[in-house]
């Protein structure tokens, strides 16, 4: 998992961790685009669950999900895209943690889809992380598949929740925010002010019960800049996929905006809007990331191969 | 594709077709479990749109999506579940033929997303089948990936459109529903009243124009008779993974739907339910098989080695 | 509340109660257009609830909601628009029934909207009739403010169950399908194959819990035909009010239908769409009808003087 | 409409308006428990939309909605109730404006609801206000009904656009925030951080456009403090009812925030939890504020003869 070299920057989550995606924060660091950066995360509950028999009612304070930044990008400017190249996730730790929560989850009323239910029981799983698995139990037995479950850039005027995915990045859940990848996000703010953290073990599409497998951890990364290059939502490349992530509820209006923006990419590749849309009726993919946080999120996506025929 | 034996029995889509899946129409045939029949499905405009200078708003009638059946399944009681066996999809031609339709689709209004706009323009794809790739020009080429858009029994005292997916099964559109793969349905009159049709050469994920590459097909298959098993919603088994699809509106219920059945299949398999759950959140997958029909299908799925770890 | 004249035709509730909208089931009854008629409604409970320590997991069977009809409306044809009279309701009996049903209603998870939660708890609630006020206890006391919970004609080809509302009108549960008011049915089927059934008492906007004051009912009624005259949605008239009911999931749905129908009303009435877009916009009422039933029911209105103005 | 005492303090929109609701914003002023004081507010479009042939896309700037504030309320700390008494609303022009714009509505296709349609026309109407009337042509002629469209404390950490309602009040475009009535704002930082502004001199329930009559006006207003209570959603107060806004998508999850701390309230007030959600059931109300922003605000009251029967 990677080597750190002395001449990499390492960026450590601040004593004031930051709970916002926000311009009215102080950046901890400048970087410059080109530099490849460490930076250090810690787990979406600040690491203070760490027991099978811990209560994270008992535990956990009114924020969550702590983010590393804001990351001041030099020469970032409104208008521009950010390009996170996702080089290495490496754990700090050995182990990763989920739960259930109350009213939190995909399965259960929340504080939107209210009911008059008593809440579902908290629980608590442990997993070992060792040999390229995760292990709670030998049915809860899964392999390390590491991404970003937060990623993202300062909206223009707001200072949005850390739990909160949408146009800006932020926390969206979706598996593809990992090492190989590239994330374009838009650039809002002068220095863009991103943020990641909420780093996951492994996670199943739609991160069922609202806690994926929750690590500490090191992210490689390095930064590019598309100067004038405006996007609307969150893209992702692959060596051999084009994605977008749409985030919203209800989750048809998530799937629109994922599907919308792929052709928007397509258009720009040289697409005809319809034909486009005809593309990714037959050929497109389209899977739920969280169905759990304050808007959903999901991806869709094609196959570079269908995009470039010819080629 | 497979030889026709001559003991197969071969099924036709009767001249007055069936636009509803319910037990009010006379049965076309009847078939006994373990009997290899063999289905003619029409596509989903009954074969009438030919050309890519069709406009379909001059050329449909009012129904879409023609079924062949009811197929009455001898000692199908209330309460059974029927297992149709895919065995193979074999195309009857050589083209296969995709539109946008006003006010139906993924990206527009529909009859039930009202707006104001002016309709998208109705527009005509034909793919030519050779080769294993359905081709309408250097950009729209695609495998052929063969499936069933529409399978399922007759409701207990419903009459339900073709056009609608919920849970006897009915228009789904997930591209599981394929050769080699087992589809649980209920049972829910006596006979069961199964009906199949609308073939798709191929579809991505979500059909997102609301049409997939629409194919006339023969269909060999298998029925099984669960006698005694109730389930309450379609489910899918490969040779690798379990599958649910729940169909409702707004897609999160359906969402909710898929991964709640899977839930219960796991604890019928011997899991408890919250682990259930959490393995799930973990390792589960949930793509959206269509965001089109008057519900929206999800499949939620698991692979059986996570299901069965010892084994 | 009315006398019944000897020349009244009396229809009952057939032993064989509906819990369909379909033209596959033989008419009860042929009335003309023209006729005043009495339709004798059992509560949504088959009255087989009767007591404040039923349990109604116990005693209730499959179906819910029995129908009157279907009543065969004399010279309606597919195309025409029926017109229900509502004259008068009567009570026949005095007293009306609430229950909390298992996984039914607005707070709790439903089989639609699926949760891992225990189910709330069976309640059921008897109110006494009498001197216009039903009467639980002391907090419980309500005014009689009766109306005809299911209304509506059969779908085209679809059986529909007598639970559901949708564009032929059927279970919308809005408290304007009331005594003075007139409602507009589509006509999909020669003869229309009327039906009603599921008297309230009285109900709050959204009928919360699942089930408002549920009564057995004598409704006198009166049809009229408009020939020739299609209608996507059902309408209500008022002495002062144009009204459309829309009924879909998600709720936004419902909404966008009932306003974009009342638009098209006002523009047959000689409104420019934009127009009645913006009137509606700063004068139109919405209301929740249901937010219980399988289909969510909004209504929208306008009051009449603002359509007519210079009258 | 009142008169301006001299020791009412006025409260103007600053030159630097506020685009968000927020604690990283300085106070404008500081206003103490019990002070009367009046507070100009400018129209959603910064009054710079004034003739109906302006074209909006071409005159308006990236941000709507300025507010007047954040005004500082001395003694207000988290976990208090902040009450808003809205005395009157006096209208500083003789004009109101409502506009189509492009992309946001209840019957298009929006930022969220995407789809491949063309925008719909941009429009733009003038009243004219007199007599108590609001006069665009013979049609569009409608009563004065003032009611403050945005009003808000600033969250926990977030900064939030005053374009959004949630549940910190915000843009919630319900009628029922107008003069006589009491607003219950949560206090979630030191000095509350009150907002106001979107002055509206009439609106039809759902805002059906998107854009009401628009007026810059003068609020008078007092405040008052509950320490030590604690709200999750704005409440109103009028002198017969209770009511509470619940604002999310879809709309049915709104919904059931208005209803779910409606039956909070009754607790509080005495009320068994399932006796609130059968009252409710049988004489609840339910309409939809505004069905265009970027969360639904939905509000559900009860008249509070019926919460407080015997007195």
């Known amino acids: 998992m990677g080597k750190t070299l002395k001449s990499i920057k390492m960026i450590e989550q601040p004593g004031e961790h930051s709970y916002v995606f926000s311009k009215y924060i102080d ?8 530099e490849v ?18 209560v994270p009612s008992k535990i956990l304070g009114d924020y969550l999900n702590p983010q590393t ?23 700090t730790r050995d182990w990763a943690v989920s739960v259930m ?8 009323a929340t504080d939107l889809t209210r009911t008059l239910h008593e809440p579902l029981p908290e629980k608590v ?21 590491p991404f970003l479950g937060t990623i993202g850039t300062a909206p223009e005027i707001e200072a ?11 926390n969206m859940d979706v598996p593809d925010t990992k090492p190989g990848n590239k994330v374009y996000l838009p650039v809002r703010t002068e220095g863009a002010y991103f943020y990641t953290g909420d780093c996951h073990a492994g996670q199943g599409d739609g991160e069922l019960c609202g806690v994926a497998l929750e690590i500490a951890a090191k992210v490689k990364m390095k930064f590019e800049l598309i100067k004038g290059k405006e996007i609307k939502w969150p893209r992702i490349e692959s060596d051999t996929e084009y994605m977008v992530v749409g985030s919203a509820r209800p989750m048809e209006d998530a799937a629109r905006i994922a599907y919308a923006e792929l052709i928007d990419w397509m258009v720009e590749l040289g697409w005809e809007k319809f034909e486009a ?11 739920v990331g969280n169905m759990v946080d304050t808007y959903y999120s999901l991806v869709a996506k094609i196959q570079k191969k269908y995009v470039h ?3």
Chains 1, 2, 3, 4 share one sequence.
């Open 277 to 287: 849309y005809q593309a990714l009726t037959q050929i497109g993919n389209l899977y």
């Open 37 to 54: 950066v460490e930076i250090l995360t810690k787990d979406a509950f600040e690491n203070q669950i760490t027991s099978g028999d811990d």
């Open 69 to 91: 930044g804001p990351i001041y990008i030099e020469g970032a400017e409104p208008g521009d895209t950010l390009v996170a190249h996702i080089i290495d996730i490496e754990p």
């Open 309 to 311: 025929p010819g080629e």
């Open 125 to 145: 799983w442990i997993y070992k992380l060792a040999n390229g698995m995760l292990t709670n139990n030998e049915r809860l037995n899964f392999p390390w598949r």
């Open 101 to 108: 929560k109350e009213n939190f989850g995909g399965l259960t």
């Open 160 to 170: 949005v929740s850390a739990l909160t995915p949408f146009d800006h990045g932020g």
């Open 27 to 34: 950046p901890i660091v400048r970087v410059s685009p080109g």
